[in-house]
């Protein structure tokens, strides 16, 4: 029964469909080519007025555009029906993905809420698990808020609110937020800040972006590398690079890694955690800002670098160069 249903499947069905098609045409052209020989030489013991009209070739011509108006259609059915099934697999990859992501910092803070509950533990247990158990919140509710973006049937439509940032003091104020996890993934931060530049830029917005570009590094990271975030300017443009020592891409994943639900699907990332929606949202959110965002990789293995560039603010106030280094350990 399986073997029938696989004969039937629309690939085998297209292939058919062509190999019926070319043996047709070639069926119909001998005939043809036969049947105007016959006809030749049978007209050649006929009046010439009543040849005076040759229809054969519009004939034939008709045909063909007929024939080539069926495989056009053959293929644009393959076509919808190939799109259609790569839907249907990423909506299964997503709601399989978003389940172990909802399921596990929900099954954390039911965990530690049940310890606090039930057992006695000190101030310093108590404060550490308030803490994981923001964490884990602030997980959901990044998930949520990726989630609902990307519902939207215009994610640019957002409702946006600009004003001047200092991009510095914004991405250490970031980066913080983050402390606890760069601990945990025991991940070195280096913050490069060659200028200090101010942008126009809806702050929630753009730290859904930054905050993803983060979590992407540290999921995607092994124990002990680094992230490095550097800051530059030019005429127009304020820089934000996120160079990490992940897993890096290659080059037939780069022009897919901002797609809907799009992940890197391989031995060492199949376990990662992550819903496909954080850089396409931030993709979205970037263009409402009229920046754009690419991204680089050497290949496999050695790493990325994640690039915002956003437009300056008009009212942009020069500022001395400054280089800090923080580490988390």
């Known amino acids: 029964m399986n073997r029938l249903r696989a004969l039937f499947h629309p690939i085998f069905v297209f292939i058919g469909v062509q190999v019926a098609w070319i043996g047709l045409m070639a ?14 030489e049978f007209a050649q013991n006929l009046p010439p007025e009543l040849l005076e009209s040759d229809l054969n070739w519009v004939v034939l011509l ?12 053959v293929y644009v059915i393959f076509v919808y029906w190939n799109k259609q099934a790569r839907l249907n697999k990423l909506q299964s990859n997503f709601v399989s993905s ?3 992501e909802l399921k596990s910092p929900l099954a ?6 049940e310890t606090l509950k039930y057992q006695e533990v000190s101030p310093e247990e108590t404060l550490d698990f308030v803490e994981t158990m923001l964490i884990d919140t602030g997980r959901l509710s990044d ?16 409702q946006l609110q600009f004003t001047a940032v200092d991009i510095v003091s914004f991405l250490r104020e970031t980066v913080e937020h983050h402390k606890r996890l760069f601990e945990d993934k025991q991940c070195e931060v280096q913050l490069k800040l060659d200028d200090q530049p101010k942008v126009s830029m809806d702050t929630r917005a753009m730290r859904m972006v930054f905050n993803n570009l ?6 995607y ?14 005429e127009k443009f304020c820089n934000i690079d996120f160079i990490d020592q992940g897993f890096g891409f290659d080059k037939k994943e780069l022009k897919r890694v901002f797609k809907k639900f799009y992940r890197v699907q391989n031995q060492e990332t199949q376990n990662i955690e992550g819903a496909g929606l954080g850089l396409y949202i931030s993709q979205q959110i970037v263009k409402s800002h009229k920046g754009k965002i690419s991204v680089s990789s050497e290949g496999r293995g050695k790493g990325s670098c994640f690039t915002v560039s956003l437009p300056l603010s008009p009212s942009l106030s020069e500022t001395k160069p400054e280089e800090v280094t923080e580490e988390g350990s």
């Open 27 to 40: 069926v119909w052209i001998y005939w043809y080519v036969k049947n105007s020989r016959n006809l030749a």
């Open 62 to 73: 008709e045909g063909g555009v007929l024939m080539l108006m069926i495989l056009a259609g």
């Open 98 to 100: 978003v389940s172990h």
């Open 108 to 113: 954390s803070i039911q965990l530690y809420l």
């Open 143 to 158: 998930l949520i808020d990726n989630i609902l973006e990307s519902s939207k049937s215009d994610p640019k439509s957002m």
């Open 214 to 219: 983060i979590v992407n590094a540290l999921r």
């Open 221 to 234: 990271s092994s124990a002990g590398s680094s992230l490095t975030i550097r800051v530059k300017q030019d």
